[in-house]
């Protein structure tokens, strides 16, 4: 078609599509569609939009609604189209299929507030001096080593104590300590201050003499002398030391024992250090710059006990007396009473025992039975009655001592004992028999009487009672004679 000039070719539209200035290319039909991302078969007027997330239709323009599955768990999390879930309190997860603890669930320890956070769970604001998830940690402030010059760190809540190495002072120890601050050199000597002592130059001889002391032989040249101190002239033979005291001589300040609770003295120039056992310290006066260990630490300072429990204080230790639980909870145990003691949940304490529940040195939890009056055993499964029909005995084995000398396995099986009550219609028989033919000793009772007799070798003894027992009828045996509220079954 001629146009101005120039010429327009119209392309044919079937059964093959073409396009181009003079119809040589084949049509892509992709030219007229409005999507970004397409496809197309070429002579035809065939394409495909292939559509981003979210989106659908022959051009992309038609918003997907990805909450028409409902794909978010429990009717009470919110939909939103993209998609994204908010879920409601308790629940979690990319669909709200997850349970999250909550504030009714858990709570936060040690002062610590609790906050329900949607789609999470809940979360605790600790207190200053407290972290973890449910705040159970304390913070170590001593972590980040701030006490200086070898001090002792103890660590509290929310804060930390310094224990100073003897020689320095301060809220971190980090003031030296001036020992010449109180003039302890005499006779002009010259105090020198160095770390938790002193040292004195001491200068008693005269016209620039040098002084040695009569330890060191080398400069005296094998001079006896009586004196304290022997001096050395530089110029002549005019050197006289001083009278009394001319610091030769260190007194021991370790004499009179003044380290206390078994703390160990190391004898200094005028002074001692008392190097303390462990939980004790000492605190410095006006009047004394030394350590005494005097200082019982109390453990307890720094609150270790959890959950209400009251703490002891011990020698370098502590204890810690949890609380009585209250009704339908776990009582709590551990070092620090932080452990729900679970022990009796599952127990196999039969015949209505009583469960306490314990934990093992290892951490692992168990439980002890409390046997009703009439059972024994781990499981109160044993029962310590019964009776005789025709003729029986009972035989009880003793625990045997092992790795213990004479006087301990006597003193050992002094303590065993045996209780016992009993009904019967025999005035002879035997009760309790002990030992073998030459050494033995029995309880029975002989014509009506209650009598112990004991037989070593070729002696005998005999102490028959001089109260003849109660030989009731049998329907009066059973007139309360069982103790710790046992009951009685007449057989």
């Known amino acids: 078609m001629d146009h101005m000039g120039d010429y327009v070719c119209l392309c044919p539209k079937g059964p093959v599509w073409y396009m181009g200035k003079n119809c040589e290319e084949l049509y892509d039909a992709c030219i007229t569609a409005s999507c970004t991302n397409c496809t197309s078969k070429l002579g035809t007027d065939e394409f495909t939009c292939h559509c981003p997330d979210g989106f659908t239709g022959l051009n992309c323009t038609q918003d997907v609604d990805e909450c028409q599955s409902n794909p978010c768990n429990n009717n009470k999390s919110l939909c939103v189209n993209g998609y994204s ?12 299929q997850d349970n999250v603890t909550t504030c009714s669930k858990e709570r936060c320890h040690n002062g610590g507030t609790c906050m329900d956070i949607p789609d999470t769970g809940h979360w605790c604001q600790c207190a200053d001096g407290y972290e973890g998830r449910n705040c159970e940690e304390d913070i170590d402030e001593c972590h980040s080593g701030p006490c200086q010059n070898g001090a002792i760190c103890k660590d509290g809540v929310n804060g930390y104590q310094c224990f100073c190495v003897p020689g320095f002072q301060g809220y971190h120890c980090d003031l030296d300590i001036n020992e010449c601050a109180s003039q302890p050199c005499q006779n002009n000597g010259t105090c020198l201050d160095e770390v938790d002592h002193y040292r004195c130059d001491c200068h008693p001889c005269e016209n620039s003499g040098e002084c040695f002391q009569r330890s060191d032989i080398s400069p005296m040249k094998k001079q006896l002398v009586s004196s304290a101190a022997v001096c050395q002239a530089h110029k002549s033979d005019d050197c006289v030391p001083l009278a009394g005291d001319v610091c030769s001589i260190n007194v021991d300040e370790c004499q009179s024992a003044p380290c206390q609770h078994g703390g160990s003295c190391q004898d200094l120039v005028n002074s001692y250090q008392c190097v303390c056992p462990d939980g004790f310290i000492g605190s410095r006066t006006l009047l004394s710059a030394c350590v005494h260990c005097e200082v019982d630490i109390d453990e307890c300072d720094s609150n ?57 040195k290892d951490g692992e939890h168990g439980y002890t039975c409390l046997c009703p009056p009439g059972w024994t055993g781990e499981r109160c499964n044993t029962s310590t009655t019964f009776s005789f029909n025709s003729e029986g005995y009972v035989h009880m084995h003793l625990p045997v001592s092992k790795n213990r000398t004479r006087q301990e396995t006597d003193a050992y099986y002094h303590r065993l004992h045996m209780q016992l009550q009993f009904g019967s219609t025999l005035p002879d028989m035997v009760l309790f028999y002990r030992g073998n033919m030459e050494h033995c000793v029995s309880l029975e009772p002989v014509n ?44």
């Open 304 to 360: 270790p006990c959890r959950n209400g429990a009251t703490c002891e204080d011990a020698g370098n230790s502590y204890r810690c007396h949890c609380p009585v639980p209250e009704p339908g909870q776990e009582p709590w145990g551990g070092p620090n009473c932080d452990v729900r003691l679970v022990g009796c949940q599952q127990h196999k304490c039969q015949h209505k025992a009583g469960c306490v529940p314990m934990l093992t």
């Open 448 to 491: 009506g009487s209650l009598q112990a007799a004991s037989a070593s070798g070729s002696h005998q003894f005999q102490a028959p009672s001089s109260r003849a027992l109660n030989w009731g009828a049998p329907k009066d045996w059973c007139q309360d004679p069982c103790m710790q509220h046992g009951q009685c079954v007449d057989m």
């Open 85 to 96: 879930c908010h879920c409601a309190i308790g629940l979690g997860g990319e669909d709200c």
